[in-house]
């Protein structure tokens, strides 16, 4: 029997912690709602501040990108009769791993894109700068705008900024010996040019 309550109750404390995780989460959506149905014609701006919550996978098995950050997305949006444009800067910090050291770093955010919705019959949002929306759309959620334009500004490789340098200095010096090589033989002295092919030819 008691044992039998037990299970009970721990059945019960689960399913309430998931349904305050759903409830959160829904919240931690509408944060990012714009009620583009409201506004009227012309230009309106919304800032959104972003923290670790942004990065959290929807999915267990999806893998994200970027898992701590933080910054404030600014959002100009253009609202006219035929579309509506908006107009994204975000700034901040996002903290990555060096494929190098396997040392944490902060990456410095400084991202400006922009989004054109053009009305239509149904959602089309397969474009990368513009999607279609249906008339009448109410809201409209720009976190996974903002998620996705931080995660597009991540370099392939992700280096600690004190490897900075050095990879540039490495580089500079494999351009320039080649530079340098291709140099050397637009200057040789033709005279010079003929004894050696001279000599060649009785080697």
């Not at 994204?88 to 040392?103: H, M, N, T, Y």
């Not at 902060?106 to 929306?133: H, M, T």
Request: charged residues 30%; glycine residues 6%; contains cysteine.
């Amino acid at each position: 029997m008691l044992k039998s309550n037990k299970n009970f109750l721990i059945q019960i404390i689960s399913l309430n912690l998931r349904t305050l995780f759903e409830t959160m989460s829904k919240k931690s959506e509408r944060a990012y709602d714009i009620d583009v149905y409201g506004l009227r014609l012309g230009v309106h701006d919304f800032k959104f501040e972003f923290s670790d919550g942004l990065f959290v996978a929807e999915e267990a098995e999806e893998e994200q990108i970027v898992e701590k950050g933080h910054g404030l997305c600014n959002v100009t949006v253009e609202k006219s009769e035929l579309l509506i444009t908006l107009s994204f800067e975000i700034k901040g910090e996002v903290e990555l791993i060096c494929d190098r050291s396997l040392e944490e770093f902060k990456f410095p955010l400084a991202i400006k894109e922009r989004l054109i919705l053009k009305y239509g019959d149904e959602l089309d949002d397969s474009g990368d700068d513009v999607w279609i929306v249906p008339y009448g759309i109410q809201t409209f959620n720009v976190k996974r705008n903002i998620l996705e334009f931080i995660n597009v500004a991540i370099p392939m490789k992700r280096l600690h900024p004190k490897f900075g340098e050095d990879d540039a200095e490495g580089m500079e010096l494999i351009y320039s010996s080649e530079d340098e090589i291709e140099s050397q033989e637009e200057n040789v002295d033709p005279r010079w040019a003929a004894l050696q092919q001279l000599k060649n030819s009785k080697n």
